[in-house]
């Protein structure tokens, strides 16, 4: 069963364009984190949204941490290029120091 | 600072055959993780180490599969005999207990193809 499921699974758009992708869970998270994975690349985290109904923002990228702590949203404006990638959620399995649940992520195709 | 690294980022072998993983975490990181990655599955888990120590093997696939390590600044991924089905990449990471919510630093990855 997974715990972290992502909707959609896949996305392709034109530079330019806005979008909003997304990460639920039936479980309460204490964190959610937010990964990107390049093609060939290891995944690296962008965020990690820790209270619920916080909103942290990365240049064009909006990040959202649901008021009851069980899902979050990622919004980019204006995608870029250079925004292609996986974008994988995460959370800790347990309160105190656990291991990490991912969902199976969003690809995002953005084309000049 | 160099982040973790993985040897080799490609191996292609064949069925049958002993494949090593190979990963040096960041220095100073008490916590080891070795993922595999694929297309049905995503993201799963094999095994975790903290302070050199196998806290967690629960995700390891079967007995072909096997880790160690042997000190703070190395860990090995060990299939054998590999079988087609292993074909995935597998990431190693690694992080410190001092990190707040657990953030994880990932390699590159080894995309292994077992004919």
């Known amino acids: 069963t997974q715990l972290l499921e992502q909707s959609p699974q896949f996305l392709s758009i034109q530079e330019g364009e806005n979008l909003t992708v997304y990460c639920n869970s039936s479980s309460v998270f204490s964190s959610l984190q937010w990964y990107r994975q390049e093609p060939g690349e290891g995944p690296v985290l962008l965020v990690t949204?820790?209270?619920?109904?916080e909103v942290k923002k990365l240049k064009r990228l909006t990040f959202q941490f649901g008021d009851a702590r069980k899902d979050s949203s990622l919004h980019i404006t204006a995608a870029q290029p250079g925004d292609t990638g996986l974008y994988l959620c995460?959370?800790?399995?347990?309160?105190?120091?656990?291991?990490?649940?991912f969902g199976k992520g969003t690809m995002l195709l953005v084309s000049p | 600072d160099a982040g973790v690294i993985q040897s080799p980022r490609h191996e292609v072998t064949e069925m049958g055959q002993e494949v090593t993983l190979r990963c040096k975490p960041i220095?100073?990181?008490?916590?080891l993780f070795w993922y595999r990655q694929t297309m049905m599955r995503g993201l799963e888990l094999l095994i975790y180490f903290n302070n050199n120590v196998p806290i967690d093997d629960s995700g390891m696939p079967e007995d072909r599969f096997s880790a160690k390590m042997p000190n703070a600044s190395f860990s090995t991924l060990k299939i054998q005999p590999s079988e087609p089905r292993d074909s995935a990449v597998y990431f190693c990471?690694?992080?410190?207990?001092?990190?707040?919510?657990?953030?994880?630093?990932f390699g590159p990855g080894t995309r292994l193809t077992v004919l």
């Open positions: 995460a959370g800790p399995m347990n309160s105190g120091y656990s291991t990490l649940t």
């Open positions: 220095s100073g990181h008490d916590y």
């Open positions: 990471a690694s992080s410190f207990e001092g990190s707040s919510y657990n953030e994880q630093f």
């Open positions: 949204v820790v209270t619920g109904g």
